[in-house]
Each structure stands twice: as structure tokens, then as C-alpha cells.
């Protein structure tokens, strides 16, 4: 009996043996990686890794919420919560009057045509009228109708229970890609444009605390800043407030020659009633901007076209008067400056990123939820890091799956295509795949010379 366990002792050592010998020889015949992406960081917190773990609102803003909430005895809460969610998911843009003029112009057209074909003793002025009443009836049921959302104090305190951890944790992912690669970058002023209830403020104090020493919020609703201005004194209107130097005004600073460090848009364009309007409120912001610019919107198809919109606004048209003549760069989330891809094609999906947060806690709210958005960050100094030669760097657009020594990525590269690639160690080396298995859907993945070449030879 003896004799058998230390043979099969012995055969274990050797299979062990075996077994790290076959792994020194097959890492030497893998291709390693020959630039030091990693910049000294382990894999998983290699320098594309912008994703977060599960957000929760800051301590004082939640106790804050959680009374001004209580405090309102708000009737049928938790119904208007879904309601208003589900109603602000939903939104799209408003319809153009050029669109709409040429639906009609077709539909009638379409209408006569027909009634053409069954034509008799017809009294042309009366099929004229009902053509017409046909036409506007038929518009009227198919055309989305936009109207802007307006807030009370009491729909306002609906609006925090639905959305004030969600957006935190959408402007909050956003910032952070500007703070884990911009390392040198410390704002001064901020400027929160269609600011509700100062989400913005409470994310880039979070990020900035140190450096931030004016922070100014417009918003047009007097009932939304009254309830940003009470969420800042921790609902106690003798209290100072908990984040200091914040300014609320309903109209933007007039003279163009004032800039902000950091300005931003989070959910504010898609409450404008057509493109001319976005159109001039980018480019205000723009002027306004002195470092960043960032645009956060719903991650549904409209929420991705408006951001669309405001990128070929900034990077391919130009103002009659500049007064800052260093131009637009984006810095994320595209890793190119050429059309986006998924409206280049016929891909139904987005581009949009996800973030876990924790909710508020109310009654018929889940533990942790997904907040999808979709996000733009321009950039008047460039991009500021200090990129690697030889590298660049694709942004992962769908969950990264992780197989048996494999990985499925989804990437958006430089050259403005999508590419499904499988990212082996083998074939790309073991610093890229483990930086692959290290990431996540929305954060970057180093793409070196080599890469690109297996990319091109499988899509071959």
C-alpha cells in the first residue's frame, strides 16, 4: 500500500515537473509584447482600465435626498418614479419641420396618385380637402410628439428619487476618463450647463476637490436649483453649504471671453427642440470651454445621434467669430476623428457604455442598477497623456467575453472600424492578452503593430 502512494507521489512531481517545463516553452515561442504599454502598472490596472466599480452617491447627498424626499410625502412615489424613468428612456428628438414637410409632400403625393387611378366624376376641391384632412390626420398619428419637460417642486422631488443616482453615476464614469489619463489635469472652474439637480457638481468633487474653486450651475427651472441649493446644505437652509463656491444661474455668462476649465452637458441637449438649437448651444459651450468639454446623453439611438451631432458641429464646422482658436480634438470616447462607425452602417445598436450603481434607498428599488449612457469628451489641448510609441489604443463597444484561454474583444480602432477580434496569448502576446482578460466593456485596449497585423490577417 505504501509502495503504490509514493509511486503515484512520484508520478505527480513528474507530471509536475512536465507541466512547468511545457510552459517555459511555450511562453518563449509566444510572441511578447516589444512596447511597455504597461507603463509599470499590473495588468489589471493597465492605463486603458477607465471602468469603476459599483458607484454610491456621497454619503452627505444621499442623507440630503433621502429627507428632502421624505419630507415632500410625495403620493403614489414609487408609481411616478417608474413613470417618469421609463417616460425620460423613451424621449427621442423632436422631428424637423424640413423632415416633416417632406412626409407630407410625399404622402400626398402618394394619395393622389391612387386616387387617380380610381378616378371618375370626382370633384377635385373635395378630394383636395380630404387629401389634405388625410395627410395631417395620418402625421398626427405617426409623428412623435415632442414636447420640453418642466419641473414644479413637487415633480422635481420625482425626478431626484428617479434619477439622481443614475446620472451621478453616468457623469461621475465620464469624468473619470479624463482624470485616470489626464493626470495633470486639476479644473479650477466648472461650468454645468442644464445643471437639475447638481449631480455635475457632486461628481467633480469627487474627482477634483482639491482644485476646484468655482463651480457655476445654469439651469432655466427656478424649482430644479432651489433643490440642487437644498441638496448642497443638506436640506438645512442654516447650514453653509456642504461644496463650497456654487453659483446657480438661469442664463448662461454673457461675454465669450469667459471660459471654464471643465464644462459640461449632461442631459441637456436632448431637452433642445431641434438642431439649429443644439447646433448654437454647442458651440456656446465651446466658447466657454476652456480645457474639456463634456457631453453626457441617454445610451438610446437618439441619445448617441444628438452627441454625433455635436462632434461634426465642432470638428467640421466654424463659428463666424473665434475667440479661441485652438481647435477640437476628441478624447474619448472615439479613439478617431472620422464617422462613427455604427452610423456608418446598418448596426441597430448604439454606442453606449454601462455603469453599476447603488440606487437611493426607496421602495421599489433594486439593490444595484445599470445606468446606460452614452458619452463625448472634447478636447481643446489634445490628448495630454503621454502615449506610447507604437501603440494605440481601440475602445471596447460590447462586454468582453472570456473564454478558456481566449477572449472575444469588440473594438472600435483608429482607422474608424469595428473589429470582432479573438485575443489569444499565442498570438498576440501574454501582456496583451491578460490586459484583454483584465478589461471590460467602455475602457481602452493597447492595439501594437503586431496585433494589427493578426487582426488583418483573420479578417482575410
Known amino acids: 500500500m505504501a509502495s503504490r502512494s509514493y509511486s503515484a507521489s512520484v508520478l505527480c512531481q513528474r507530471a509536475g515537473v512536465l ?15 516589444q512596447v511597455d504599454f504597461l507603463k509599470g502598472e499590473p495588468h489589471k490596472k493597465h492605463p486603458g482600465v477607465t471602468n469603476l466599480k459599483t458607484l454610491r452617491l456621497p454619503e452627505e447627498l444621499q442623507t440630503a435626498a433621502r429627507s428632502i424626499i421624505h419630507s415632500a410625502q410625495v403620493l403614489r412615489l414609487t408609481e411616478r418614479t417608474h413613470k417618469l424613468t421609463n417616460l425620460l428612456w423613451s424621449r427621442k428628438r ?29 370633384d377635385e376641391e373635395a378630394l383636395e ?33 428617479a434619477r439622481l443616482a443614475g ?15 489626464d493626470l495633470s489635469f486639476a479644473p479650477q472652474s466648472l461650468l454645468d450647463f442644464g445643471s437639475g439637480l447638481g449631480t455635475v457638481v457632486w461628481a467633480s468633487h469627487s474627482c477634483w476637490a482639491g482644485s476646484l474653486k468655482e463651480m457655476v450651475c445654469v439651469d432655466s427651472s427656478g424649482p430644479m436649483n432651489i433643490l440642487a441649493e437644498r441638496l448642497l446644505k443638506g436640506d438645512d437652509e442654516r447650514a453653509q453649504p456642504l461644496i ?20 459640461v452637458a449632461a442631459f ?15 458651440f456656446t459651450l465651446w466658447r466657454k470651454t476652456s480645457s474639456y468639454l463634456v457631453l453626457v446623453e441617454n445610451g438610446t439611438k437618439d441619445g448617441h445621434q444628438i452627441l454625433m451631432e455635436a462632434r461634426d458641429t465642432l470638428l467640421k464646422k466654424q463659428e463666424k467669430t473665434v475667440h479661441d482658436s485652438r481647435p477640437a480634438s476628441v478624447f474619448a470616447p472615439c479613439p478617431h476623428e472620422l464617422m462613427c462607425p455604427k452610423l456608418a452602417g446598418k448596426l441597430t445598436v448604439p454606442c453606449n457604455f454601462q455603469q453599476l450603481y447603488q440606487p437611493l434607498p426607496l421602495p ?15 478636447s481643446r489641448c489634445g490628448a495630454a497623456e503621454a502615449e506610447t510609441e507604437g501603440v494605440d489604443w481601440a475602445r471596447l463597444i460590447a462586454p468582453v467575453l472570456r473564454r478558456t484561454r481566449h477572449v472575444h474583444c469588440q473594438m472600435c ?24 482578460r483584465s478589461s471590460d466593456w467602455g475602457d481602452r485596449l493597447p492595439v501594437t503593430q503586431n496585433f494589427q497585423e493578426d487582426v488583418q490577417s483573420d479578417s482575410e
Not at 110 to 120: D, H, I, N, P, S
Not at 364 to 378: A, C, P, T, V, W
Open 129 to 161: 380637402d380630404r387629401i389634405r384632412r388625410k395627410v395631417f390626420s395620418e402625421l398626427r398619428r405617426t409623428t412623435y410628439h415632442w414636447t420640453p419637460m418642466k419641473y414644479d417642486e413637487e415633480s422635481g422631488v420625482v425626478y431626484m428619487a
Open 364 to 378: 421599489g428599488h433594486n439593490d444595484r442598477q445599470i445606468e446606460k449612457f452614452s458619452y463625448l469628451i472634447l
Open 268 to 282: 441637456t441637449l436632448s431637452e433642445l427642440p431641434n438642431v439649429k438649437e443644439r447646433e448654437e448651444a454647442v
Open 167 to 181: 446620472g451621478y453615476a453616468a457623469v461621475r464614469r465620464a469624468l473619470n476618463e479624463i482624470k485616470k489619463r
Open 94 to 122: 423632436a422631428v424637423e419641420d424640413v423632415t416633416l414637410r417632406k412626409k407630407a409632400v410625399s404622402l400626398e403625393k402618394e394619395l393622389w396618385e391612387k386616387a387617380m387611378e380610381k378616378r371618375g366624376d370626382i
Open 19 to 33: 507541466k512547468m517545463m511545457c510552459r517555459r516553452m511555450s511562453t518563449a515561442a509566444q510572441p511578447q509584447s
Open 244 to 263: 463650497k463656491h456654487v453659483y446657480f444661474r438661469q442664463f448662461l455668462p454673457v461675454s465669450p471671453k469667459v471660459q471654464f476649465d471643465l464644462v
Open 413 to 436: 480602432c483608429t482607422d474608424g472600424q469595428l473589429q470582432h477580434t479573438v485575443v489569444t496569448a499565442r498570438k498576440h502576446s501574454r501582456d496583451m492578452y491578460r490586459c484583454a
